[in-house]
């Protein structure tokens, strides 16, 4: 990594609008996938009859991807640009997997929002901007991709660049800030550098936009919050659990707390990539052995933080969900699992306090008998078993869930206020 600013990055939109070749055209024209890996893939494309889709195959290199030709699991890249080392969350468009969006390492600074010009807004172009928007993205470069399908017209680009504000709008996304940009990812078009072939565009190509994208500040002020992924026992030094630091610093010599198990030691030594480091920051994946706790004390889902400003734990909690796609209704004691950061918990819904006009954030009607499919709504929620959980609007990083159920991802949601038990 050089010095530059890290970025998360993510990419979002409907699935077949190129979101894949958009990621693979950026890594390779920033250097980060060498030319014989390309040519290596464009052979494999064609072989298989796929001609053209050698970008996308960078980012789908999993050969069951490949066969089902879907993008799954979010594929973590990094590349660098003059203003900041960016790591893509590749947000693939499939709706079970917008949990991966959600959770995981997936808090995204800012967003590309990739749309068809042959296609227009679709359903899950609405979905992905409504989530990133309520999981707090801050800036929305859009980038109108496959213009060599429309021969680069002019008005086809503009046509959808007013179906997306209007999109944008509905939900209350600044479309002041909006970036649009006509691309073609599959041809290279105003990706790296100008296109002759849209000589009446004269705004930003999509790596100046990047480039000016504002720097997100690091969480390091805020108190230490660090999930838990794995907890491993290693010979020779003991307990280690594992995982990325949200927010904070881990330093050594810290005491330090895991919530809910409620168990605490002081830290002994961090490790980094196999090296052993004074201290560690947001972002940073690390192994830490703790004095005084065992391999049994402690399990996936608990938070790390400072004895003396523990992780809270909920009792109950009050949050704003989207509702995504369930096969019904949900009303009160509706128990689906939550999954916040590496915890996944059972938890009831209590009561339906509000729902709330997702294009105008108003109260649309005081505690409804239900809410379904489109409605976003403020509800108190019971985990069945401890969690730890953080008020969005304190901690981001430890604020939003996605709600599971019947295999899929049926809402989302960030938490507004934690009654601690």
């Not at 079970?96 to 995204?108: E, L, P, Y």
């Amino acid at each position: 990594m050089s010095d530059e600013q890290h970025q998360n990055l993510a990419i979002i939109g409907h699935v077949d609008h190129g979101k894949s070749t958009l990621v693979g055209r950026l890594l390779y024209e920033t250097g980060s996938v060498p030319e014989h890996v390309i040519e290596q893939h464009k052979e494999e494309a064609e072989e298989k009859g796929k001609g053209g889709f050698e970008f996308a195959y960078v980012m789908d290199n999993l050969a069951e991807e490949r066969e089902r030709g879907v993008t799954i699991d979010i594929a973590h890249q990094e590349f660098s640009t003059d203003e900041y080392d960016f790591t893509i969350v590749d947000c693939p468009g499939h709706r079970d997997f917008v949990k991966n969006m959600i959770t995981g390492a997936s808090q995204a600074d800012n967003a590309v929002l990739v749309v068809a010009a042959d296609d227009g807004v679709q359903p899950q172009t609405q979905e992905h901007v409504f989530l990133a928007r309520t999981l707090g993205i801050g800036e929305l470069i859009v980038a109108v991709n496959k213009m060599d399908l429309v021969d680069y017209g002019e008005s086809e680009y503009k046509q959808v660049v007013e179906e997306v504000k209007d999109l944008l709008n509905q939900v209350r996304f600044d479309t002041e800030n909006a970036k649009f940009i006509p691309v073609s990812a599959f041809e290279g078009d105003n990706i790296a550098e100008e296109s002759d072939h849209t000589d009446w565009y004269d705004g930003e190509i999509l790596l100046e936009a990047l480039n000016d994208l504002p720097a997100p500040e690091p969480p390091t002020d805020a108190p230490l919050r660090l999930p838990i992924q794995d907890v491993y026992t290693i010979s020779g030094i003991g307990t280690v659990p594992v995982g990325r630091v949200e927010t904070g610093i881990l330093n050594t010599g810290d005491n330090v707390s895991f919530q809910p198990s409620d168990v605490s030691g002081e830290v002994k030594t961090v490790e980094m990539h196999h090296e052993e480091v004074p201290k560690a920051e947001p972002g940073d994946n690390v192994g830490f052995n703790v004095r005084g706790v065992g391999k049994d004390d402690i399990r996936r889902g608990d938070v790390c933080g400072p004895a003396d400003d523990p992780p809270s734990v909920a009792e109950t909690f009050q949050a704003q969900i989207v509702v995504m796609q369930h096969p019904s209704v949900i009303t009160e004691g509706y128990t689906p699992v939550f999954h916040a950061h590496t915890a996944q918990v059972a938890c009831t819904v209590e009561s339906l306090d509000q729902k709330i006009d997702p294009a105008s954030g108003e109260v649309a009607e005081e505690n409804p008998d239900f809410i379904q499919n489109g409605d976003a709504a403020v509800v108190t929620v019971r985990p069945q078993k401890p969690l730890s959980i953080e008020p969005s609007s304190e901690i981001p990083e430890l604020g939003s869930f996605a709600i599971r159920d019947m295999g899929q991802t049926i809402a989302a949601g960030k938490v507004l206020s934690v009654n601690e038990r």
